[in-house]
């Protein structure tokens, strides 16, 4: 009654640092008024720089939050993740974002 559920299936703040430089296929962004996804771009990048959690497809940003303001989640198949961030505006941002079979290597 007095504590909080931890929601196991919320990555931690250490969980959502180990996606940085992982490589993605591609990303969608969830359409909460129409239902479905569109996707976003393709050939992408986690980068974890500070307190930023940004996802970046051919140079262009498709989504970016502080890191500790991010609900994120491993897909049931483990072929990805989903990151969502709610705006100062009140706009609720979700994606997914498919890996790729590599890492990028810098």
Known sequence: ???????????TIEQLKA????????????DYEKGGEQKIGDGGAVNVTGSDFTIVCF???????????????ELMDLSGFTASYTGKDGEKICVVARYSEERIKL
């Open 1 to 11: 009654m007095f504590f909080k559920k931890k929601n196991k299936n919320c990555m």
């Open 19 to 30: 996606l940085d430089k992982r490589q993605l296929k591609y990303v969608t962004r969830r």
């Open 59 to 73: 140079g262009k940003t498709v989504f970016s939050a502080p890191i500790n303001e991010v609900k994120a989640g």
